[in-house]
């Protein structure tokens, strides 16, 4: 309960003050006026109550009938209605505030329902305040106000209260009276004068009065009092807040009282312990610290330790055994031993080097990712020729050798989010029959998270990649460090350095983390980083990882992986059976194509479990018992195509200046447009869209390259004195770099200024020069990829790429027409429309994904 006035002194203060300061309450205390016997209550009393009153407002206080209160007034137009009062009747009208925070309430701002008080003393204090104690008569109720300046008035009418005699009132008055002085007990700053002068009220209305100005209590609750008419209700309503207040204050008592024993028990244990010690030691038994000492002890010979770290644990095993318990150090020396002997020194799982049995659990829960599933079973394959010929050489190595064997493996998956590059770890440990252990390295920071902290650090503990051994309890696990790419770096280190000694094969068989300061063998870990993109990982650190690049899926391996993987894990997640809901083959490319436009398969499944969770509100319904979505069914249940196929490559490149390119980003291959416009002006050359430095080279190459072949090209050679170009590459908000998009400038800057539009079914990439040559670019592979998935059936590569055409998948090559440029010539012939504006078509893809220069040129 919230306290509103104080326990030993009653205070008030009107709307305008703050809170005077403690004064004794035989200076400002309450004054309860004893009725005597057989008198009758002061309704029945002749007060007279004048029809309007003025009316002062106080905040977070109620006055009753037949209690005395201190007030405190403040505000000028307070101290005018106090000084209009004094000189007259003294008698005001005193209502609470219903917010007790707000300065000068209003009419509307306050109880209807208040006591009718005369001042019986004044003190004019030397800060301008006025001291006030006011004796309250009578109930009265607010009819109206009157008046708002310079002080509130109102016309009010009293408000009887009934008194009842009965027994039950009798019962009330002494529960109330129990409750009240089992409170005065609880709080000791009651002063026993003002229990002693409450207790002997013998009007039940004026008891209630006197201990609901003594106790503490919410102003809502006190106002509820005063606007109650029966004596019966009044008492019932204070004995209930009484009982909350006891409950309050016992329970803080009891807490109290547990604090206080929680300490003598501390203090016993200790005398107990010291006697403890004394009876072991007459006994000859060790004490706690003594059995501590021998298990550590025992820990340590039964760990396998290597000779250093061994010997370290049995220096500082010693330490702690001349330490008292009580000391700092003990629990830094104890933790520092539980450490190094909780390490797996020599637990190891057994590897599971049954060749057809891993290649069975990599299909099973991954499709495609032939690369990896090759890697992984050569890996296992070596383990295990390298097992069964061990004993097979009897050569005798020197006891230095110039490099370590090699037992572990560390591979980098590189890819755009959701081709399953973290699912991949899992399923290698499976394979393996090794532990698999995940730990994210995305926005750490530090270097001490990798490396731990030094022992002089308060809190030090072990790094992550020590962390993570202890709770895989083996010494060659799976671990995966994911989101290499997104570490970062500060004022406190750079974590990428730190992990060059953890993934370096040549050295990580004497990891030192700085809180244990002892080697530790990490080459029987199999180490697996994931990142989306390779630039940001330090060099150093990429050339100790072998670098797998995971690519994105093409249509049919996305419908696969639906058919196979996605459906079944969707059905089960959202409570179906399987034979309560089944996807078609064209449902599933229909999401793919018009739902989805990612390398990975995370949206795809995504819109899988929407469409799963919509059959189930059917079923739930009673409106269907299964249901097989079709392609026309995949529009009810998921609404209108987000994407078109194919349509947006028509809708934008049916007009001349523009053209469709293709670039690699963290998340994929992406398919780009480059807009060309132009504008009356004079040798005016600007482009837009966050193009960095390496785009706007290559923007303005293509220019270069397109004026210096204005004359084949039909361009007059005033053209661009009289005119502004002005290259865009939507979408504005995202930046872009790189040179593989000045085949796309050029081709749409001839485009625009031939006025033949390049055609809908073809994107290109290659990076130009002045003299016109295509050079080679990276990423071929992801930007095929993202052109088939946008619709694209004829693809312009430079003719240095055509290796990398072998990387993609068969399908993927039958499907599409692959023009080898080698000079911007080639590829004007094959992306512009013929100049008649007909619809000349590219000839058809040969079986092997490759066209032959004949092809080529005439495209």
């Known amino acids: ?66 209690t005395a209160i201190p007030l405190t007034v403040g505000q000028p137009r307070s101290i005018k209605l106090v000084d209009d009062v004094v000189a007259g009747d003294r008698l005001i009208g005193l209502v609470a505030a219903k917010d007790p925070e707000m300065e000068t309430p209003g009419p509307d701002d306050v109880y209807r329902v208040g006591t009718l008080a005369s001042i019986h003393r004044l003190f004019r204090a030397p800060d301008g305040t006025i001291r006030l104690l006011v004796q309250g008569l009578a109930r009265i109720e607010v009819d109206e106000f009157v008046q708002t300046e310079p002080y509130l008035r109102a016309k009010v009418h009293p408000v009887r209260e009934t008194m009842e005699d009965t027994l039950e009132v009798e019962a009330l008055v002494r529960n109330v009276v129990e409750q009240f002085t089992r409170l005065a007990e609880l709080v000791p700053s009651i002063p026993g004068e003002l229990i002693s002068s409450a207790l002997n009220v013998e009007d039940p209305l004026q008891l209630v009065y006197a201990i609901s100005t003594y106790i503490r209590i919410s102003l809502e609750d006190s106002q509820e009092i005063l606007e109650l008419d029966s004596t019966d209700a009044k008492l019932r ?64 010979a039964e760990s396998g330790m290597p000779e250093e770290a061994r010997k370290e644990a049995e220096r500082e095993l010693d330490r702690l055994s001349k330490l008292p318990t009580a000391a700092a ?14 390490l797996p020194w020599s637990k190891r799982t057994e590897d599971i080097l049954d060749i057809s049995n891993a290649r069975k659990v990599l299909e099973e829960d991954h499709y495609g990712l032939e690369d990896i599933k090759e890697r992984i079973l050569e890996f296992l394959a070596v383990r295990k020729l390298r097992q069964e010929r061990s004993g097979d050489t009897k ?23 959701g081709v399953g590059k973290t699912s991949l770890g899992a399923s290698i440990a499976r394979a393996m029959g090794r532990r698999f252990i995940r730990m994210s390295l995305g926005g750490v920071r530090d270097e001490a998270e990798i490396r731990g ?42 974590p990428a350095s730190a992990l060059l000694e953890v993934l370096d094969p040549e050295q990580n068989a004497e990891f030192r983390d700085h809180y244990l300061d002892v080697a530790f063998d990490l ?49 089960r997640e959202n409570g179906l059976r399987p034979e309560e809901i089944s996807f078609t083959h064209e449902a599933l490319l229909a999401i793919v194509r018009d739902y989805t436009r990612e390398a990975g398969v995370r949206t795809l499944e995504r819109e899988i479990g929407r469409a799963a969770r919509k059959v189930v509100t059917r ?37 001349p200046g523009v053209a469709t390119g293709l670039s690699v980003t963290a998340v994929g291959g992406e398919v780009l447009f480059v807009e060309v416009a132009r504008m009356p002006g004079g040798k005016g050359f600007q482009f837009t869209g966050q193009l960095g430095e390496v785009m706007q080279e290559s923007a303005r190459t293509a220019l270069s390259y397109v004026r210096s072949k ?109 023009v080898l440029a080698e000079r911007v010539d080639d590829v004007l012939k094959a992306a512009l429309a013929s100049p008649d504006g007909g619809s000349q078509t590219v000839s058809e893809p040969a079986k092997n994904g490759r066209k032959s220069k004949k092809h080529k040129q005439h495209a």
Not at 8 to 17: D, I, L, R, T
Not at 460 to 478: D, H, K, L, Y
């Open 237 to 300: 309503r204070l004995m209930n807040i009484l009982t909350k207040e006891l409950e309050v204050l016992e329970l803080g008592r009891k807490i109290q009282s547990e604090a206080q024993s929680e300490m003598e028990k501390v203090q016993r244990e200790y005398y107990l312990r010291e006697q403890l010690k004394a009876i072991q030691r007459e006994l000859g038994e060790g004490d706690e610290q003594t059995v501590e000492i021998e298990e550590f002890r025992k820990k340590i």
């Open 710 to 818: 204005a004359s084949e090209f039909g361009i007059e050679d005033s053209f661009f004195e009289k005119n502004d170009i002005h290259i865009h590459v939507p979408a504005g908000a995202v930046p872009k770099d790189g040179p593989s998009a000045g085949v796309t400038m050029a081709t749409a800057l001839t485009s625009l200024l031939t006025g033949r539009p390049t055609r809908s079914n073809v994107a290109m990439t290659g990076e130009i020069t002045l003299r016109g040559q295509v050079l080679p670019v990276g990423g071929i592979k992801d930007k095929v990829l993202a052109a088939h998935r946008f619709g694209v059936d004829t693809v312009i590569i430079p003719k240095k790429n055509e290796n990398d055409l072998d990387d993609l998948p068969e399908d993927v090559r039958n499907e599409l027409h692959f």
């Open 329 to 342: 150090e003990y629990g830094v020396i104890r933790t520092y031993l539980d450490w190094l002997t909780s």
């Open 523 to 571: 080459s029987d870990v199999f180490f697996i980083t994931t990142a989306n993109e390779l630039e940001p990982i330090p060099g150093p650190l990429r050339d100790r990882m072998e670098i797998i690049t995971l690519s994105g899926y093409t249509e049919r391996e996305k419908v696969a992986i639906a058919e196979n993987y996605l459906v079944p894990r969707q059905t």
């Open 1 to 66: 309960m919230t306290p509103k006035r104080a326990q030993n002194v009653v205070k008030a203060k009107a709307v305008e003050m703050s809170e005077e300061p403690q004064s004794t309450r035989e200076e400002l205390g309450v004054k309860v006026q004893d009725t005597p016997e057989h008198e009758t209550s002061p309704q029945e009393q002749q007060i007279h109550v004048p029809a309007e009153l003025p009316i002062l407002p106080l905040r977070g206080l109620v006055v009753y009938p037949q």
């Open 453 to 494: 902290f030094r022992r002089t650090y308060i809190g030090a503990m072990p790094g992550r990649i020590v962390q993570t051994i202890r709770r895989t309890e083996s010494r060659n696990p799976v671990i995966m460090l994911d989101e290499v790419d997104k570490l970062g770096r500060d004022f406190r280190g750079d």
């Open 619 to 655: 079923i739930a319904e009673g409106k269907a018992a299964s249901v097989n979505v079709d392609e026309k069914m995949v529009r009810e249940l998921l609404g209108k195509p987000r994407y078109g196929y194919r349509e947006e490559l028509q809708e934008r490149t049916n007009l």
């Open 395 to 417: 050569e005798k190595e020197s006891e230095y050798t110039v490099r370590r064997e090699r037992r572990g493996a560390i591979l980098c998956f590189v890819g755009p989010p």
